[in-house]
């Protein structure tokens, strides 16, 4: 069993830079793939990022230029750096935990944390 408890959103301005953190309980947290994803009022879940086990990294292409998922095993938390805010990246941000980086990748995953809002304004 893994709990997750996301922190680090806000009210932000367009432009500005926000990181996101995701605490993860458990000794097992280095073997976990861990993902990003967001859901904006009225519409679907989606992938931001994903990062393995072993470090590997995903950023969907339309946040690429802007976002960066980190992770510090000795401190069990997941992170996501973004930068340049944008109106549309307003949204509930939630982190997930996997044990196969295939399963994470694509936006789901075994565990969830309760999320975090980021709201951005003109």
């Known amino acids: 069993q893994v709990q997750l408890v996301e922190s680090g959103g806000g009210l932000v301005q367009t432009g500005d830079s926000l990181r996101l953190s995701c605490a993860a309980s458990g000794r097992t947290f280095s073997s976990y793939a861990m993902g990003w994803s967001r859901q904006a009022p009225g519409k679907q879940r989606e992938l931001v990022a994903a990062i393995a086990a072993g470090g590997r990294t995903y950023v969907a292409d339309s946040m690429k230029d802007r976002f960066t998922v980190s992770r510090d095993n000795a401190k069990n938390t997941v992170y996501l750096q973004m930068n340049s805010l944008k109106l549309e990246d307003t949204a509930v941000y939630y982190c997930?935990?996997?044990?196969?980086?295939?399963?994470?990748?694509?936006?789901?995953?075994?565990?969830w944390g309760q999320g975090t809002q980021v709201t951005v304004s003109p």
């Open positions: 997930a935990a996997g044990r196969l980086y295939a399963t994470v990748v694509t936006g789901t995953g075994d565990y």
